[in-house]
């Protein structure tokens, strides 16, 4: 257990939808990622946090948002759901704002039919 | 874009063999690091190497980095059935904190 949490773990919704994921760092870490897992595109980075603050930006489409939270929690928005989006969705969280070593939760599993 | 490649991408191996996983990559950096996934299930940390030269080891597996030829090495010794995954290198620019993962090597030891 890496002390990363995410909800939920599973989520099926149609086409068009919108769906929120939310993830809790470990405590005392100020960063979370947000990565996609799918078969095509591999593991892919989305974007970081560092203590609310957006620090970087990777393959993250437009119809996707995220924003971390006072609590440090972060949550990722997902909007217009396109049957691609259907993969896996980890969220890790590491001290710094340079990640030395990244923590990874459990993963939240979508499925977009 | 930073490139990240592993080979093989798939690998069969019996009980007792050894071998090799390979990550290269495309760019300057001095950290990799290499990930474990079981099926299902979320990426689990094995080695974290951040200089030239490093070389760490845990129990049948260690890891090494040559950042000179931009290349790093997870050798596994005398495979286990417990070592069947999926292993992901990672590499971050020095400059940035974003994680570029390899395509990931499957591994499948049989008896």
């Known amino acids: 257990d890496s002390g990363v949490t995410q909800t939920p773990k599973h989520l099926i919704t149609a086409t068009g939808q919108r769906v929120t994921l939310r993830c809790s760092p470990r405590?005392?870490?100020?960063?979370v990622y947000w990565y996609q897992q799918s078969l095509d595109q591999g593991l892919q980075f989305l974007i970081q946090?560092?203590?609310?603050?957006?620090?970087a930006k990777g393959n993250i489409l437009e119809r996707f948002s995220a924003q971390q939270f006072p609590d440090l929690h972060s949550e990722l928005n997902l909007s217009s759901l396109e049957l691609g989006d259907s993969a896996l969705y980890f969220c890790?969280?590491?001290?710094?704002?340079?990640?030395?070593?990244?923590?990874f939760g459990p993963g939240t599993r979508l499925t977009v039919t | 874009e930073l490139k990240v490649e592993q080979n093989p991408l798939f690998l069969s191996m019996q009980e007792g063999k050894n071998y090799t996983i390979y990550c290269n990559y495309s760019?300057?950096?001095?950290?990799l690091y290499w990930y474990r996934q079981d099926p299902g299930k979320s990426l689990e940390s094995l080695f974290v190497?951040?200089?030239?030269?490093a070389v760490k080891q845990e129990g049948r597996l260690m890891a090494s980095l040559d950042t000179k030829a931009r290349l790093s090495t997870l050798h596994i010794t005398a495979a286990v059935h417990d070592l069947s995954a999926t292993y992901f290198c990672?590499?971050?620019?020095?400059?940035?904190?974003?994680?570029?993962f390899g395509t990931g090597t499957s591994l499948t030891v049989i008896p």
């Open positions: 990672a590499v971050d620019k020095n400059t940035g904190n974003q994680f570029y």
């Open positions: 190497l951040l200089s030239n030269g």
């Open positions: 946090y560092y203590n609310g603050e957006e620090r």
């Open positions: 890790a969280s590491s001290v710094g704002d340079s990640a030395r070593e990244q923590y």
């Open positions: 405590s005392g870490d100020l960063s």
């Open positions: 760019t300057t950096s001095d950290r």
